[in-house]
């Protein structure tokens, strides 16, 4: 595969179905597969490339912007917990795994449902929500998913609806969790990450990141 023969625009679509969702029959998040037969930069701008046509979906929709809430490659190697990341009360995360040996896997938890289904979760559990699930996970475990991260040998994508309940009911998001099954700090797993926010247009973007910097600078934080 070379990235010519990849249609962003169908690819977008289906983005759209699953995650841009008004209740919860739609997962919040989709898992795309890219084989192994691209470069750092190509996959990056396939990331970059999905942006823009994701930007065109919600300036018709819902008349905003997408903006860089941040853009970074790094090499993660620690466990996370069930958590939205920091950033607009309608955002996306889009994580772009790069082929690794190390073994991993990604969690997606559908807070809504628990919030509304769980006899563990409170009444007010939404209005009080907090960004990272602090009760036991296994309360949150009939409304987990793991993504099928098996084939670590390829470029993948995962967008995920990162939104908080404050959002309006379109983006209704879900919890994300990186489970890293041995880590091996003289082996890499490069994570390329954006977050991207759904803001009113004419909204100043006061991080003023740049997709251009993304593409072209390898650097990995750590």
């Known amino acids: 595969m070379v990235i010519q023969d990849i249609n962003i625009k169908k690819i977008t679509q289906q983005?759209?179905?699953?995650?841009?969702?008004?209740?919860?029959?739609?997962?919040?998040?989709?898992?795309?597969?890219?084989?192994?037969?691209?470069t750092p930069y190509q996959f990056r701008a396939i990331m970059v490339g999905l942006k823009e046509e994701l930007a065109k979906f919600t300036a018709v929709k819902y008349d905003k912007e997408l903006s860089y809430h941040w853009l970074v490659r790094f090499d993660q190697q620690v466990n996370t917990p069930f958590h939205v990341d920091n950033a607009a009360d309608q955002s996306l995360l889009m994580l772009g795994y790069e082929p690794s040996e190390?073994?991993?896997?990604?969690?997606i938890a559908d807070y809504?449902?628990?919030?509304?289904?769980s006899k563990a979760a409170?009444?007010?559990?939404?209005?009080?929500?907090?960004?990272i699930f602090k009760d036991e996970e296994s309360k949150l475990a009939p409304?987990?998913?793991k993504v099928n991260l098996v084939q670590s040998d390829t470029y993948t994508i995962v967008l995920i609806n990162n939104s908080n309940?404050?959002?309006a009911p379109e983006t209704l998001?879900?919890?994300h969790k990186a489970v890293i099954v041995k880590p091996d700090l003289s082996k890499s797993r490069i994570v390329n990450?954006?977050?991207?926010?759904?803001?009113?247009?004419?909204?100043?973007?006061?991080?003023?990141l740049s997709d251009k910097e993304f593409l072209d600078n390898g650097v990995i934080s750590k």
């Open 173 to 175: 998001g879900v919890f």
């Open 15 to 38: 983005c759209i179905k699953n995650v841009f969702r008004t209740n919860t029959n739609e997962v919040g998040f989709i898992h795309l597969d890219f084989g192994k037969n691209l």
């Open 165 to 167: 309940p404050k959002s």
């Open 122 to 131: 409170t009444k007010d559990y939404l209005k009080k929500f907090t960004p």
């Open 143 to 145: 409304y987990a998913t």
């Open 193 to 208: 990450s954006m977050v991207l926010n759904m803001l009113p247009k004419g909204t100043v973007n006061e991080n003023g």
């Open 112 to 117: 809504h449902k628990y919030a509304n289904e």
């Open 102 to 107: 190390i073994e991993s896997e990604l969690h």
